[in-house]
């Protein structure tokens, strides 16, 4: 009996290490390649669904498995390319991994921005910066070839006003603010201010762009003068590796005709593009009320770039663009036939830009980055009215030397730009303005400080000098906390000024002043912010939300000033304009579904002796939808719906809120890409709720655009890659 006792004991012994030996675990670190940054959020997939974790906060999970044996791994983030690692483990035996996953490469070349200097990746920005990637810029090129205006305004931040009805111009309100206070640039270049941002800034053909950048806030720190309410930045196709050309044909029930064309690649250290467009719009008159709602339109565009790679370290890319333009507007009756005098009120409105540029890039070091770029820009305009001829032309140029540097945990940047500009009137116009010029030198140092893995701090300052005896010192500063891959927090405060310049302000008008003399430049002072959250749930659906506040304070505002005289002057009010607000976005994908939800509330307001003035054209309420469904590859089909409300015009008069829909539906057919497209489905017109023209065919008065005047349009755009 003693002697089975004894053996069971040792038998005990002898079999419970082997039981807790039985379970084994597996320790998993997962980082980036590299940087070798510990990734929080990773989603780890064991054995076929199995077994699911999520990296902690220090990019760590633990696996405990029954068996051992071989163990397939699955690891999924966003931004990162999918891997499978396969583990052996040995019974009862206890390991940890070390796992890099690789950028995904395709997704980080959208995602890349470069207004800010650094060329950095959009999630680790200081900075909140939107992006309008490559798959944007197709889709839209194919839906409204002949504008960007469509696409930024489908984001809830911003509105597109229309700020002519004879010439169908149309401008950029970000934050609430007057469009004079978005910097709009093409390639990182500050070149549509002044004169030559008078007309068609806008009319920039999608199939032309990489992606368009957009920064809200004051961005004044980074480019200068101008960029109070936010700053947008066109970014130029690059060529592909291979010979390519794309081909856009387009017409559509509002007798617009679009011809565009894109051409690229590369051989040997030599790489070229050409863009060459051509767009044809006749006039309409959609309410019937003998004016053009829409004027007609003839653009040109040719924009060819030649791309070097000098040496392994250093590549230049210059290009020239040249835009050519002509518009008529007014009695539908005069377009078409010419005016008379029964119908003198015609409008003929020419323009020209020629666009020169270059960009060296030469990486001293693996921590130093040396770059020269700069452009000049020639645009002419010829407005010819019944009772005014006003003709100009602006040269303005932009020229800059920047050097960036990583040390530690420092990544500085500093440089120096020259803007020279100047108009000149044509000496034969009834507008009494005269030429001018204007030379701004600035000198400006950032340095971003990634204080932890976690919290990074990026200080700015500029300081700009200008030929009038203006100095301008604008500090900036943003603090940016990330304390996983799903959670970030951004906070900026930063100052700005802007110039005074006539053409942004008011129409041409022969009660102009001749000059603009003893004005003082406009100075702001802003606050922008925003919680952002991203994730992947259940491995297959992508979800990002971002909450924003922002708050403007302007001192100094211009304001235009009509005497009893019938004179015209600009001043510096002693009213202060303010504008704040948030701004709320939800984007998700689930497999071939995407849904965008926007939603943007802004007062906007100038205080004028205690009386609060809303900002006219300033929808207070916006909100933006969009959802797409992709089947295969082969079918994509989308609506858009946008909603504004609670939007004053001058006087402070309350405009009727408004839906405006869209629809698409696109096939792929090997090289071919057909798009059905209908923009304003539900028909909605402002003209059914008020007279567009008020007068007479001789002395028409024109009503301020605040909604859609085109009415309902279908288009159809076929696109051929060869």
Not at 168 to 173: C, E, K, M, V
Not at 629 to 657: C, F, H, L
């Amino acid at each position: 009996m003693m002697f089975k006792l004894k053996c069971a004991i040792v038998f005990l012994i002898l079999i419970i290490p082997g039981l807790a030996s039985g379970q084994s675990s597996l320790e998993l670190i997962v980082k980036d390649s590299i940087t070798h940054e510990t990734l929080t959020g990773v989603t780890i997939i064991a054995d076929s669904g199995k077994l699911i974790q999520n990296t902690d906060i220090n990019g760590k999970a633990e696996f405990k498995f029954s068996d051992f044996g071989n163990h397939l791994i699955e690891f999924k983030l966003i931004g990162y390319k999918q891997c499978k690692k396969k583990y052996k483990l040995e019974n009862g035996v206890s390991e940890s991994k070390e796992v890099l996953l690789s950028p995904n490469q395709q997704e980080l070349e959208e995602v890349t921005v470069s207004v800010t200097r650094t060329n950095s990746r959009l999630e680790d920005l200081n900075t909140k910066v939107e992006v309008l990637g490559k798959e944007e810029m197709d889709e839209e090129s194919a839906l409204v070839p002949g504008s960007v205006a469509s696409i930024l305004g489908d984001l809830s931040v911003i509105t597109v006003q229309r700020t002519n009805l004879t010439n169908g111009n149309d401008a950029i309100r970000m934050q609430g603010l007057d469009p004079r206070y978005t910097q709009l640039m093409r390639d990182g270049i500050p070149l549509y201010g002044g004169f030559s941002g008078s007309l068609g800034v806008l009319a920039i053909p999608p199939l032309d762009l990489k992606q368009v950048e957009i920064i809200k806030g004051s961005s004044s720190t980074l480019f200068g003068a101008g960029a109070i309410g936010g700053l947008i930045n066109f970014i130029s196709r690059e060529p592909a590796d291979s010979f390519s050309t794309t081909f856009l044909l387009n017409s559509s029930t509002l007798r617009e005709y679009n011809l565009n064309s894109f051409t690229s690649g590369k051989s040997g250290k030599i790489g070229f593009s050409l863009f060459a467009g051509y767009n044809k719009k006749n006039a309409a008159d959609p309410d019937h009320d003998g004016f053009a709602e829409v004027p007609e339109v003839a653009d040109i565009t040719l924009h060819p770039r030649i791309f070097w790679e000098i040496s392994r370290h250093t590549t230049m890319n210059a290009g020239w663009m040249n835009t050519v333009s002509t518009r008529k507007g007014g009695d539908l009756y005069a377009i078409s036939n010419g005016a008379d005098s029964l119908h003198p009120y015609l409008i003929n409105d020419n323009t020209r830009r020629n666009v020169f540029d270059f960009q060296l890039k030469s990486e001293i070091t693996s921590h130093q980055l040396l770059t020269a770029k700069g452009a000049w820009c020639y645009f002419q305009r010829k407005l010819i009215e019944p009772d005014l001829l006003f003709e100009g032309n602006q040269r303005s140029g932009y020229f800059e030397i920047n050097d960036l540097i990583t040390f530690n945990h420092h990544q500085m940047i500093a440089g120096i730009n020259y803007l020279p500009s100047g108009f000149t009137p044509s000496g034969n116009d009834s507008v009494p303005l005269k030429g001018f010029s204007r030379n701004t030198i600035g000198l400006f140092f950032q340095d971003n400080w990634k204080i932890s893995p976690v919290v990074s701090v990026e200080s700015g300052l500029r300081f700009d000098a200008t030929n009038s005896a203006n100095k301008f010192l604008l500090p900036r500063i943003a603090l940016f906390y990330k304390p996983n891959q799903q959670w970030a927090i951004r906070l900026a405060a930063g100052s700005g000024y802007k110039n005074p310049d006539l053409f942004e302000i008011s129409n041409p008008s022969k009660s102009w002043p001749q000059s603009l003399p003893g004005l003082k430049p406009e100075h702001s002072q802003s606050i922008n912010s925003d919680l952002q959250f991203h994730t992947l749930i259940a491995s297959k659906i992508s979800l990002q939300a971002d909450q924003a506040f922002y708050f403007t304070s302007i001192t100094q505002p211009f304001l235009i000033v009509n005497a009893s005289d019938g004179t015209t002057s600009l001043i510096n009010s002693s009213d202060h304009c303010i504008s704040y607000g948030t701004d709320t976005y939800l984007r998700m994908s689930v497999d071939e579904f995407e849904l965008y939800l926007g939603y943007n509330h802004t007062e906007s307001h100038r205080d004028s002796a205690g009386v609060m003035l809303n900002t006219p054209f300033n929808p207070k309420d916006k909100f933006s939808a969009t959802i797409a469904y992709d089947m295969e590859s082969k079918w994509r089909t989308g609506i858009e719906a946008t909603w504004m409300g609670n939007q004053y015009v001058y006087t402070n008069r309350k405009v009727p809120s408004f839906w405006f829909l869209a629809a698409m539906v696109q096939r792929n057919l090997g090289r071919f890409t057909f798009v059905l497209n209908c923009e304003n489905l539900l028909d909605y017109r402002q003209s059914r709720h008020e007279p567009l023209i008020n007068g007479n065919l001789l002395h028409p008065i024109f009503s301020p655009v605040w909604g859609p005047v085109e009415g309902r349009v279908f288009n159809l755009s076929v696109k051929i890659i060869l």
